[in-house]
């Protein structure tokens, strides 16, 4: 299991704009007071899959 994240925090109205914008639609969003359990803040350490990927790109054959 990975956890695949950027490389910097953005805010949930951010990213539903990233999302809209590459699939060309207009979201319907319904705002709501927040509820335990609620994040405000995510964090997501890429280490493991940088690691891993890096495995994999080395055991590739050259493209040269």
Known sequence: I???????SITLSEAIK????????????IQAKPRP????????DTSKIRSEL??????LPSAE
């Open 54 to 59: 890096s495995k994999i790109s080395l055991a």
């Open 18 to 29: 990233v999302i809209s914008n590459c699939l060309d639609k207009e979201p319907k969003l």
């Open 2 to 8: 990975f956890n695949v994240a950027g490389s910097k």
């Open 37 to 44: 359990g609620d994040q405000f803040k995510t964090f997501g």
